[in-house]
């Protein structure tokens, strides 16, 4: 099936470092998501991006996360600073436009804050 | 806002036997909602997915059915094969699926008898 790539797989970073995950969504998508899973727990949905706007973010979306994708590159999620309780694998999807379509999941981004 | 849950933490089955996994949802308004499949250390696999304008969907060895009025929806797996252990996640689509978001179930582990 479509396959949505993420880099890096895993991120150990210091408490108060910034971190950027990059993802590489299916060619032909326009609708792109993050979610975040930690371990042993439920996918919880953190924000969906749509021709460069935010179309939708959770509480879990803090303030300072931002996501951009800029000039059709990677879609990236942002976090600066980081906190303990980021530590998750997060997991970028994406989707064709038009409502009511699949989303394929990349293989997540594993990141450890110490 | 809307609560996916998945009755099953765990389920272990025979191979060849059926395994029934089911979920209830909260909000009337959704409308879509697929299950994926998640293999150990590995990202969400699209697996199925039924639209509330129908209240069956089969696929090979997959079913699901969706009873709106109770607010649930069930995959049904039958002819049980060892590559069918995974965790498995329902998900449902809050309101307008334009916006993209999935609300996830707590997952259950399938696992297959030989």
């Known amino acids: ?114 | 806002g809307e609560k996916v849950e998945q009755h099953e933490s765990t389920l272990s089955v025979r191979e060849g036997d059926s395994a029934v996994i089911n979920c209830t949802y909260t909000d009337t308004a959704s409308s879509y909602f697929p299950w994926y499949k998640q293999e150990a250390g590995k990202s969400l696999h699209f697996v199925i997915d039924i639209r509330s304008n129908v209240d069956r969907k089969q696929s090979q060895r997959l079913t699901v059915l969706l009873d709106k009025k109770a607010k649930r929806f069930s995959l049904h797996i039958t002819a049980t094969q060892p590559e069918d252990s995974a965790i498995y996640f329902c998900a449902a689509s809050p309101q307008n699926y334009n916006q993209g978001k999935l609300i996830f179930g707590q997952g259950t582990k399938l696992s297959i008898k030989p």
């Open chain 1, 1 to 114: 099936g479509p396959k949505v790539l993420q880099i890096p797989s895993h991120q150990i970073i210091d408490m108060g470092q910034m971190v950027t995950l990059n993802c590489d969504p299916v060619s032909n998508h326009l609708y792109f998501y993050w979610y975040k899973q930690i371990l042993g727990q439920q996918m919880e949905f953190l924000v969906n991006f749509y021709n460069g706007k935010v179309m939708e973010k959770s509480k879990l979306f803090k303030d300072q996360f931002s996501v951009e994708r800029p000039d059709g590159s990677y879609f990236t999620l942002k976090i600066q600073p980081t906190a303990l309780e980021d530590s998750a694998v997060y997991f970028c999807a994406s989707s064709l436009p038009g409502g009511k379509d699949t989303q394929y999941f990349g293989p997540g981004t594993r990141l450890l804050v110490l």
